[in-house]
């Protein structure tokens, strides 16, 4: 069993677009959407019969104001300034726990978190697995990790070749916890300056976590110059380009109809789309 | 006033409109731009500000002075985060677990534990043209954002006009950018992932009430969507950046929309005063 | 001896969990009257940090040796200082793991033998 994360550094460069074309290419697979603050990969694969657990996960500080003597040592002391008029602000609480401890009236209790909901669902590609976590909460690589489990189970249980991540954006707390232990990060990256910054600070995590990476250049054509430092900057990096998608209209045409590009259209990106599975295999059997 | 500029999909278009937001009204007003996606940080690459401070962003983490320790254990005990480690005759610290909330320090019985900064970024602070710019950058391998995106807010100032731009999605660096603010445009463009996102991002702005405004960017047919989606929840649709190579082509080379087209700087002009007219009426 | 297995069970029919930090179950087992007791990892639900939770549960209760998979920097770190040995690498069901050890046969390990986030990531 072998699994490809899908990472940008950079959002909207179409990680979602391939992950749902890849989704449709690739036999014997689960799909797992690790981007659980902003999922999409759903929108393409039309999930149905999902099956709904819910995630619990860190703890918020919580006064009792009954027992409150308003003395302060809780709001002097909090780093994260989540205490302000003897009340919690359960968005900047970073359930330290600090102030629970330190309560002279013994009136903060922690209370657990309710962080979000995870769900494995079935769809025409395969089993899905996807979450949503809660606005403004914590945590999110803790849920990540729990998706990616999820769906190292099912791949198990039900004998499949392939897991499928598509990773959220950035560099930091669920990206890395989208990388550690894959086979294989796919970076879709875009010739433009921010897109070149990005791909370089994600290129570095991937590097960090030893996880071999190929990348994508989607809509090379638009910048001719960006894109040959993005060949030799992937090179410089250990690097492989897996393939150079062109602007194609047909893949935001397929987005707006909920379809993977690949069954919308077999020219143009869609086209290169299918052989980059093919190097992407060819690379995981290696 | 604080601006910040959100959106729950990436790629949309907030540095665009961030950067061309603070050029457009950097001729009349005092303005500063705060690039709070300091996880991957790009609004320098349009400004191409002149830096002439650096601060290290960093967090308090424990130091445990081995010659008053008694390795009773309480330290660990307390520490949510698992970034203290005690044996029956040593202690370990676990610097890059550690949230730096002080608890070990503040409740070892014996005083055995001063704390020390650790580096996890840094912030930069400059010029470019008249406009202040301040960004923050997580270093890479770091996982905790909010303490850099605390630290470049810092340095908000009390008058003028402060623009953030914000990371995608909508979980802590989110909240934490966006947190504050006097309103929060959000970002989109006319596609179903723009449209899921979006009502994301409309939850987690309203959890912190603050009133908010939609530009699409590369607006074309599809728009229809987003437009029966801002007039059910009532949010103001304040721009559309339409879907066109010349601004695309612009963008990949780094260079600000209001520079490239000159006349986008009367329409962000407006903009502000769109904002400025639902601010008011957000306080009646 | 007193040595230490993470494990998938309670008992010694229970295979051997691969991860160290993770693992739901460890099992305490004297290994010349095979006097075992089982206890749950308080790693296993950790936000963060599981190696260091689990390694400093086992220091606690005197061990001198750890059965398992894999172990991380973290947790290699402190069963180290604890000076606690390790012997990685080691599967099947746990009955078998301690034959095994009281045989000689297996292999000691001298650094962490996966990267950080190992157990955290899904199972290999």
């Given amino acids: 069993m072998k699994e490809v994360v899908i990472l940008s550094g950079k959002g909207g460069t179409g990680k979602t677009s391939i992950a749902g074309s890849f989704a449709a290419l690739a036999h014997s697979k689960v799909l797992c959407d690790c981007d659980v603050d902003a999922a999409d990969l759903h929108l393409l694969a039309m999930p149905r019969n999902g099956k709904t657990y819910e995630f619990w996960s860190g703890q918020t500080a919580c006064i009792d104001q009954e027992k409150c003597s308003q003395c302060g040592i809780c709001q002097d002391n909090c780093r994260f300034e989540a205490i302000a008029g003897f009340v919690v602000d359960s968005a900047a609480c970073e359930g330290c726990g600090f102030c629970s401890h330190i309560c002279p009236e013994e009136a903060i209790s922690m209370t657990e978190n309710l962080a979000g909901r995870w769900f494995i669902s079935e769809t025409e590609f395969g089993p899905l697995v996807h979450a949503r976590l809660g606005i403004a909460q914590e945590n999110s690589g803790k849920l990540v990790t729990m998706v990616r489990n999820e769906a190292r189970r099912i791949a198990q249980e039900k004998d499949l070749c392939y897991i499928i991540t598509d990773g959220p954006p950035g560099i930091g707390c669920p990206v890395i916890s989208s990388l550690s232990g894959a086979d294989l990060a796919l970076i879709v990256t875009e010739p433009t300056l921010s897109g070149i910054h990005d791909l370089e600070r994600v290129m570095g995590v991937c590097s960090h976590f030893k996880v071999p990476t190929m990348v994508c250049i989607n809509k090379y054509d638009i910048n001719a110059e960006n894109t040959r430092q993005i060949e030799s900057m992937s090179q410089d990096m250990g690097s492989t380009i897996a393939a150079w998608i062109p602007y194609d209209n047909a893949v935001t045409e397929a987005l707006v109809r909920g379809i993977p590009v690949v069954q919308y259209s077999k020219e143009g990106a869609a086209k290169y789309i299918s052989s980059m599975w093919l190097s992407i295999l060819d690379q995981l059997t290696n | ?284 | 001896m007193k040595i230490v297995l993470s494990a998938t069970g309670p008992g010694f029919e229970a295979a051997v969990d691969e991860r160290f930090g993770r693992c739901p179950y460890f099992l305490y087992i004297d290994s010349e009257t095979l006097e075992i007791e089982a206890t749950d990892n308080p790693g296993e639900k950790a936000s963060g940090g599981a190696g260091i939770v689990a390694a400093q549960a086992v220091a606690d209760k005197d061990v001198k040796a750890v059965l398992t998979g894999h172990i991380g920097p973290n947790a290699h770190e402190v069963l180290s200082k604890a000076g606690i040995k390790m012997f990685t690498d080691v599967t099947g069901k746990v009955r078998e793991a301690v034959e095994s050890f009281k045989s000689g046969n297996l292999k000691e390990s001298t650094g962490p033998t996966v990267a950080g986030h190992f157990g955290k990531g899904p199972r290999v």
């Fill in chain 2, 1 to 284: 006033m604080i601006i910040s500029i959100a959106s729950g999909k990436g790629g949309t278009g907030k540095t665009l409109v961030a950067t061309s937001l603070a050029l457009s009204l950097s001729e009349n007003h005092r303005v500063q731009l705060l690039d709070c996606d300091v996880e991957e940080p790009n609004a320098h690459i349009f400004l191409k500000p002149i830096f002439d401070k650096r601060e290290t962003a960093s967090i308090p983490v424990p130091v445990v002075d081995e010659e008053k320790c008694t390795h009773c254990g309480e330290c660990s005990r307390v520490c949510v985060y698992n970034a203290l480690a005690v044996l029956k005759t040593a202690v370990m610290t676990f610097p890059e677990l550690c949230h730096g909330c002080g608890a070990c320090a503040y409740l070892c019985p014996e005083k055995a534990i001063n704390e020390e900064l650790r580096g996890i970024g840094v912030i930069e602070i400059g010029r470019s043209g008249s406009v202040d710019f301040v960004h923050g950058v997580l270093n890479v391998g770091e996982a905790m954002a909010p303490p850099v995106i605390r630290q470049v807010k810092k340095h908000i100032f009390s008058d003028g006009i402060s623009i953030i731009d914000a990371s995608p999605g909508t979980s802590c660096p989110v909240i934490e950018a966006v947190k504050g603010s006097d309103y929060c445009l959000l970002v989109t463009d006319p596609t179903p992932f723009g449209l899921n996102d979006l009502a994301l991002a409309v939850e987690a702005v309203r959890s912190l009430q603050i009133p908010c405004g939609v530009i699409i960017n590369r607006s074309d047919v599809n728009d229809s969507q987003i437009e029966a989606y801002c007039d059910r929840e009532n949010i103001p649709m304040l721009m559309k950046i339409p879907l066109d190579i010349e601004i695309a082509k612009l963008y990949s080379r780094g260079i600000p929309l209001v520079l490239g087209i000159s006349e986008w700087k009367d329409r962000f002009i407006d903009l502000f005063e769109d904002i400025c007219a639902c601010v008011k009426q957000e306080a009646i």
